[in-house]
């Protein structure tokens, strides 16, 4: 045998390692095909292709291995298992800035799956060495290994802190300074990342002065960059009144402001957020907001946005609203109510409905004033509903009831309180009656409108257990009019009850789909039958109402056409 074809023998085995990876690469990239590459045994297969003495086969067995560990944490997995890891590390130091990037791919891929495979990434030692992949001078290679730290810093905060002991956070901000927008980008993520967990990471990554340089990109045309700008203040202002001061101090604001109209949805997203985190802490810095304009600019970002987007927003107006009076009326002032009040009908989820409850309530706590800004939107029936509603969850129906009782314990708007009667279950009811309590026995105007609109007929007719608070709060109302007309209204109250018990007996007698109705449903139907058809209802027997609600269930025949067939 030649030379010649020795030397063929080795090229034709150095072409078929590399048509192997490349094809393999190639497939990884496809999620239908990962499971038949893992069945195969790729990830052993590719190991020992790492160490190829060609540096475009190790390059590309690190990029494919990368694609595999990304798609799932089995592969992930498996690729910690093989004992992958150490041998990239050591190779992180050895190899050029095409090895080196994809080897950060990798450890990135691994440690995003959880905290235990982001461990062990730690536990090879791969900090050090991404830490250094910082100072090269490739823009890429930053890139790379700043991404792999926001990965394992993302977890939690003892992931965190090894990332911060490594000594990665000056070395970020100085990349958070590089000209090329995508090491940025990802710079500014990773410090987000890092600063999330507690204050003292945060206050780590401030000592570095990254609040400056990052306050310095708010206006940056790059949406990407902005939004990871946004994120890492945000994250920075959450945890305290100083960190939320020193953010405030850089001068965001009012400039911040005018991203919450970004074409990109999720700028105006972590704008509103940082909004959210600083107006949360003090009265002083909420009125700092208030005073740039900020309240006006989140109600206009309410309108413009759906869905989670908006729930930052919502919830910053609450924030707002709670520390004190004069910014609660900032938020009526600027037609805050009526925008949650949207909110509340537009937005199906239940968190979402949860945090605008959550809001109106802290608006309408303080006064009258607040409560009555509150009611007049008729937001109190909707409130109702979505505590009665078992289709609620259990925060959204404690969030309803809370804000319910705050707002109806300060409102004086009795217009909007007449409908809670009819509707209301026993624990609301004592409020609202209690309000009719305070206000009725020194207002002659609202009791002769509380009689004329019916509000005296419905208190007759709420069923209160004796010496309850709301029994004692029926008899505070009805000591305010002459005994001779509460008496005449108890009176058909007791009359509408005994046709109930008749329509409830015959329901249930005859099989009907009418028993049902609850006994205070019933009440509602005789009620409405004598809203809308009152000659015909009034004065007729018990008895005879039944029937005439049994033809029209039947026959869906108007009321009128009911009476006549059952007159035949």
Request: net charge neutral; charged share 20%; hydrophobic share 45%.
């Amino acid at each position: 045998m030649t030379q010649r074809q020795v030397l063929q023998a080795f090229e034709q085995y150095q072409r078929s390692r590399t048509q192997f990876v490349q094809t393999v690469a190639e497939l990884a990239t496809r999620p239908q095909n990962i499971e038949t590459l893992q069945h195969a045994g790729v990830v052993s297969l590719l190991r020992p292709l790492l160490l190829d003495g060609v540096p475009t086969i190790q390059q590309t067995a690190a990029l494919a291995l990368g694609r595999l560990a990304n798609h799932s944490d089995d592969l992930a997995e498996a690729v910690v298992k093989g004992g992958i890891l150490p041998q990239l590390v050591y190779s992180l130091a050895e190899q050029n800035r095409f090895y080196k990037k994809a080897a950060a791919f990798v450890l990135r891929a691994v440690a995003k799956h959880s905290p235990e495979l982001a461990q062990a990434v730690v536990d090879c030692g791969a900090l050090d060495a991404l830490v250094l992949c910082l100072e090269e001078f490739d823009p890429g290679v930053k890139e790379a290994a700043a991404w792999a730290l926001g990965y394992i810093a993302r977890h939690n905060a003892e992931l965190s802190l090894s990332v911060v002991e490594a000594g990665a956070v000056p070395l970020l901000v100085l990349c958070v300074q590089e000209p090329e927008i995508a090491v940025r980008r990802i710079a500014a993520s990773s410090l987000s990342d890092i600063s999330k967990h507690s204050p003292e990471l945060a206050q780590t990554v401030v000592d570095t002065g990254a609040i400056a340089y990052l306050a310095q990109m708010i206006l940056n045309p790059d949406a990407k960059l902005k939004r990871q700008v946004f994120s890492a203040l945000s994250q920075i202002s959450k945890h305290s009144v100083d960190l939320a001061e020193m953010v405030v101090e850089a001068e965001v604001f009012p400039a911040a402001l005018a991203c919450l109209k970004d074409p990109d949805e999720y700028v105006r997203k972590n704008v509103a957020t940082l909004m959210r985190e600083i107006a949360k802490h003090t009265p002083e810095l909420s009125q700092m907001v208030v005073n740039c304009g900020g309240v006006a600019a989140v109600i206009d970002y309410l309108g413009d946005s759906r869905a989670n987007v908006r729930l930052p927003g919502i919830m910053m107006l609450g924030y707002v609203a709670a520390h004190r009076e004069n910014l609660a009326m900032a938020v009526i002032v600027s037609r805050g109510v009526s925008q949650l009040a949207i909110c509340l009908v537009e937005e199906p989820e239940d968190h979402i409905k949860a945090a605008t409850v959550w809001a109106f309530g802290q608006i309408g706590r303080h006064t009258p004033e607040h409560a009555r800004a509150v009611a007049s939107a008729n937001v109190l029936p909707k409130l109702l509903d979505l505590y009665m509603d078992p289709g609620s969850s259990e925060d959204l129906q404690a969030k309803s009831k809370r804000a319910l009782k705050g707002i109806l314990q300060k409102c004086t708007h009795l217009p909007a309180l007449e409908p809670l009667l009819c509707d209301a279950p026993s624990n609301i009811l004592k409020h609202v009656a209690c309000q009719f309590s305070k206000i009725l026995p020194h207002d002659s105007q609202a009791r002769r409108l509380f009689v004329t609109s019916g509000g005296l007929k419905k208190v007759q007719e709420i069923e209160a257990e004796a010496g309850s608070a709301l029994q004692e709060h029926i008899n505070s109302i009805n000591n305010c009019f002459p005994a001779e007309i509460v008496r005449r209204l108890r009176a058909r109250s007791d009359g509408v009850s005994a046709a109930v018990s008749v329509l409830q007996r015959h329901t249930a007698a005859w099989h009907h789909p009418l028993q049902l109705l609850h006994a205070s449903d019933l009440r509602g139907c005789l009620q409405r039958l004598r809203l809308f058809h009152g000659p015909l209802v009034v004065g007729r027997s018990p008895d005879t109402l039944f029937i005439y609600i049994y033809i029209y269930s039947i026959y869906q025949t108007p009321l009128s056409s009911s009476r006549a067939t059952y007159d035949q």
